[in-house]
């Protein structure tokens, strides 16, 4: 009978998104994880092709957490809690914030890409059905606020956002609802 195999692709993938959370993808490489695990780098190429499919995997796993953060915060208060829900993803992960969205690794998309998008495109027309916004008016507004939750995001990802949640859920709804006025004043003239 063969032996136990005592490392899996589940077990490997385990500590390198580990390694990726705390130092970031740059720090997966076969040498340290092989030390991290306490074997030989044969486990690893074993069981994935490449390094560069191992750190893919982590990406996927970390695009299912960050998928996982936004879906709570979508229950918890809808677009606002998706704003919020991003910036704390981005305070808590930073480095996996910085991976998904601060490199172009693995996904390379422009802004209208993102705004193309067809979970955006649906997050764009409630916006439409709950303001009372033409579709190209509730695209400008998912812009608007979009840039700006990505700048605090991105900021606390840096360390070089001191504002507290408070502050920010205020800078957020502040930014919703002048732009929101101004473009249903603009609408109306």
Known sequence: MAPKERFTE???LDCAFEMARESGIDSVNAR???KELGCSTKPIFRLFSSMDDLKYAV???ASNLYNEKMFQGLHESSFLG??????NFAREEKKLFELLF???KYKISSFSDLLNDVENQGIIAIISKLTGLTQTSAKSLFVNIWLTTHGIATMCATNT???????IESILKDVFEGVKQK??????K
């Open 183 to 188: 473009l249903l004043n603009g609408e109306n």
């Open 59 to 61: 990406y996927e796993r």
């Open 32 to 34: 340290d994880l092989a």
């Open 82 to 87: 998706m704003g919020l829900a991003y910036i």
């Open 161 to 167: 956002c001191d504002l507290d949640s408070s502050e």
């Open 102 to 104: 601060l490199s172009n």
């Open 10 to 12: 589940e077990i490997l």
